[in-house]
């Protein structure tokens, strides 16, 4: 009976399993396809440097011992040893102390401050319009995608409307200026009263909650093609008090710039473009 060779060790498999992820949960956190792991694990793909330090990130493995000239890799964490259990468990515990992420996260802000300003303008202060956009919609595709591979919509929605979020504003209107704005609503229309007359207070709450949405790419306005820049959109809750009735409406608000498209015809000097608001 013939002996059935064995695979040369495969690191990412050494690391999968050390971690008990299966391989479609150890792809959807570094953003890859099942398929992807499989075939690695199966020496079937090769396993990219790039690849090897997503590993080294979600692992704390050392990313240059998943992979060895021999065939068979002895993969190692950060002291040194066999990648185990002990190793995942140690990284999954292991936090950065505050004053080093705040540092990290103006680094950031300020390597990304440059990025732009170079993509803006040339050296010699032309403008480069081409590097900008691509720059800003690669910035958007990676901030989305970030988003959801890290599973982060959550805490997005609690920071960006505790940091973005205005104060609310306290007022008082007219029932005439509620039609205008909220008739076609379904909370208006299920309070509405026939006896109010147009002249009739309303006092009024209101407070706008942002979305984090992507501020720049291409969109139909108006049904024509446009390249939209400066894209803010979110969520106005009124909480309106006309006679001895209290509800809330909410309205939908977007307001935008378009670059290209709707204001401007290509070939000609861009005009200054004016900001357009919409709400829903």
């Not at 495969?10 to 953003?31: D, E, K």
């Not at 704390?60 to 995942?88: C, E, H």
């Not at 599973?151 to 509620?178: D, K, Y």
Request: hydrophobic share 35%; net charge positive.
């Amino acid at each position: 009976m013939r002996k059935r060779k064995n695979r040369p060790q495969n690191g990412l498999a050494i690391v999968r399993h050390a971690t008990g992820l299966s391989q479609q949960q150890f792809a959807t956190r570094l953003g890859i396809s099942k398929a992807t792991v499989e075939n690695i694990e199966l020496n079937r793909a090769p396993l990219t440097p790039e690849l090897q330090e997503a590993i080294g990130v979600l692992t704390g493995v050392v990313p240059s011992t998943l992979v060895s000239d021999s065939g068979r890799p002895r993969a190692l964490d950060f002291n040194q040893k066999p990648y185990s259990a002990k190793s995942w468990q140690a990284w999954q515990e292991t936090e950065l102390e505050n004053q080093d992420a705040e540092m990290l996260i103006k680094m950031s802000l300020d390597y990304l401050t440059v990025l732009l300003n170079a993509a803006l303008k040339t050296s010699g202060g032309q403008q480069s319009p081409h590097a900008f956009r691509s720059v800003l919609m690669n910035l958007n595709r990676f901030i989305f995608s970030e988003i959801e591979r890290q599973n982060l919509a959550t805490r997005i929605e609690t920071l960006f409307t505790t940091h973005m979020a205005p104060s609310p504003q306290f007022g008082e209107t007219t029932v005439r200026w509620c039609r205008s704005e909220f008739g076609g609503h379904p909370e208006w229309k299920q309070h509405v009263r026939p006896e109010w007359k147009d002249l009739d207070k309303v006092k009024y709450k209101s407070q706008f909650l942002p979305e984090y949405v992507p501020f720049i790419g291409f969109a139909t306005i108006d049904g024509d093609p446009a390249f939209v820049s400066g894209l803010c959109s979110g969520l106005t809750i009124f909480d309106l008090e006309i006679g001895d009735r209290k509800f809330r409406v909410a309205k939908r608000k977007m307001n935008f710039k378009g670059l290209l498209g709707a204001n401007s015809k290509l070939g000609e000097k861009p005009r200054r473009s004016r900001r357009r608001t919409v709400t829903v």
